[in-house]
């Protein structure tokens, strides 16, 4: 099978290029590199020992796109491309509906033209906004979400259920992902954020490598077992095998599915799990609640089971040491 993987440089799309390899699949990578790197492409090559044709292209120019699918018969695309900081999406809301929204429009309009009807979607857990309980079931729908980022991602998958119902041929899936942690086992590849980090697993990293002092826990008063917040966190080795299943048990018509483990580990587990498996100190200090987190959040991912034949096979235990590995090869 062609597929084009947009994004495919990046944490999510670079795993799921290594895991698409080992099908036999034929790969076409396009990336305009604004959050990745170029050496990624070598590092892709030397994990696999294939060789894959890339594109720097940015999909806001149409143009440089329509080459991509005039040059390559493409079967399917999978679409990673986007901008993915939720703070920065707060502070920048135009650069994110643009870039965000735009991409994905320019990308379909094209898809369409070509008669290229089979697409994956990289959606987010934050679609299913502030919910009662902590457990999130795709018969459930959308909420409202905290922050312009999560937007993008809820009109996507609208904008996503309007083309299908103006055309059943298409074959569309979502994948909305919990929190996605770790790294390849070869610690060539991993998730390099630029600055100070917001997410939790990169900045444990920081904390425990001595780049910086102290790991702030937002808040010990959540109602949950030891206080801190509860996420369901997943290995990236496992989301991208998610992707491989997603494609080969693609079902026509429009289907959601949850990628997590449906297991919760608190703020506190986690540190005390990394520090235990890396054995290495993780200094922290419990500060106040930070605005718009929720107590808990965790997938059923049953759905995914059932019909993909998917599920996490990675442990926290893996998480945290494939995550630390990556950091000191880095
Ligand atoms: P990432 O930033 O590492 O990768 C995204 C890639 O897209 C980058 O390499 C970037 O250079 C590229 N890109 C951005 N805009 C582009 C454009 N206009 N044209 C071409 N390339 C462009 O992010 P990631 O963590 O790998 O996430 C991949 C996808 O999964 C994103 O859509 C993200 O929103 C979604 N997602 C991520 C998480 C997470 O925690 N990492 C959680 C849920 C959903
Ligand atoms: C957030 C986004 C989500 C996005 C994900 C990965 C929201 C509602 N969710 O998820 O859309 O896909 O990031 O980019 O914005 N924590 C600390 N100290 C820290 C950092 C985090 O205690 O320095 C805690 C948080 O309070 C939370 C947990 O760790 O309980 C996980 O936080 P984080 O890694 O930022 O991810 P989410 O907030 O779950």
């Avoid at 980090?197 to 010990?220: Q, R």
Wanted: glycine share 8%.
């Amino acid at each position: 099978m062609k597929i084009l993987v947009t994004g495919g440089l990046g944490f999510i799309g670079s795993h799921t290029v290594v895991e698409l390899a080992k099908e036999n699949n034929e790969i076409i990578i396009l990336d305009n590199l604004y959050n990745s790197k170029i050496e990624v492409l070598d590092k892709l090559e030397k994990i696999t020992g294939k060789k894959f044709k890339f594109y720097k292209y940015d999909l806001l120019n149409k143009e440089d796109v329509e080459k991509v699918f005039e040059e390559n018969e493409i079967d399917s695309v999978i679409h990673f491309a986007g901008y993915k900081a939720v703070g920065e999406s707060v502070e920048k809301p135009l650069m994110y509906y643009s870039n965000n929204l735009m991409s994905t429009l320019n990308l379909l309009n094209i898809m369409k033209k070509y008669n290229v009807k089979k697409f994956i979607f990289s959606s987010s857990a934050t679609v299913y906004g502030n919910k009662e309980t902590g457990i999130c079931i795709e018969t459930m729908g959308r909420g409202e979400t905290s922050n312009p980022y999560g937007t993008t991602k809820s009109m996507i998958e609208k904008i996503l259920e309007d083309l299908y119902a103006s055309d059943n041929t298409w074959n569309i899936t979502i994948l909305r992902y919990f929190n996605p942690v770790g790294a390849h086992e070869s610690g060539l590849i991993g998730e390099e954020p630029n600055g100070i980090p917001n997410n939790l697993m990169p900045y444990i990293m920081k904390v425990a490598s001595g780049k910086l002092e102290v790991l702030s826990i937002f808040g010990d008063d959540y109602p949950t077992p030891d206080g801190t917040g509860i996420r369901d966190y997943i290995h990236v080795v496992d989301l991208a095998k998610g992707h491989v299943k997603a494609l080969e048990n693609m079902k026509q018509g429009l289907n959601y599915y949850n990628l997590g483990s449906g297991k919760g580990i608190s703020v506190l587990e986690m540190v005390k799990t990394f520090e235990k498996v890396n054995n290495v100190k993780v200094n922290y200090k419990i500060v106040e609640r930070r605005a718009g987190d929720l107590a808990e959040c965790y997938a059923d991912p049953s759905k995914a089971l059932r019909e993909l034949n998917w599920k996490t096979e990675k442990s926290l235990e893996d998480i945290c040491r494939d995550a630390w590995n990556f950091e000191k090869n880095n």
